[in-house]
């Protein structure tokens, strides 16, 4: 079993920042894959991004490349997605989920956070 807890959404305006943090408990972290994943009012969850567990291997979903950055710190089981130049778009729940491999579809994480709400205002 894996848990994850995520921080750091809140509102911001478009153009800002925003970090999110998720810390995992309950296997070894450098062991998982972990992902940012986001569902949006009426729409389906969909992964934004991901990284491996080694952090070699990251995939973004195009509509955040270049404006969103994962990183992990496996010293603090932590994972990152440092947002920036938000649009409203972007406004979601977004979670953090984790696997023991590494994939780029949603369905593929066994564990989830309860994630955090991102708003970007105009």
């Known amino acids: 079993q894996v848990q994850l807890v995520e921080s750091g959404g809140g509102l911001v305006q478009a153009g800002g920042s925003l970090r999110l943090s998720c810390v995992a408990s309950?296997?070894?972290?450098?062991?998982?894959?972990m992902g940012w994943f986001r569902q949006a009012p009426g729409k389906e969850r969909d992964i934004v991004t991901a990284?491996?567990?080694?952090?070699?291997?990251?995939y973004y979903t195009n509509s955040v490349k270049g404006r969103f950055t994962i990183t992990r710190d496996n010293a603090k089981n932590t994972v990152y997605l440092q947002m920036n130049s938000l649009k409203p778009e972007d406004t979601a729940v977004y979670y953090c989920g984790a696997s023991v491999n590494y994939y780029r579809d949603q369905s593929r994480y066994e564990y989830w956070g309860q994630g955090t709400q991102v708003t970007v205002s105009t």
């Open positions: 990284v491996s567990a080694s952090g070699n291997l990251k």
């Open positions: 309950g296997r070894t972290f450098g062991d998982i894959a």
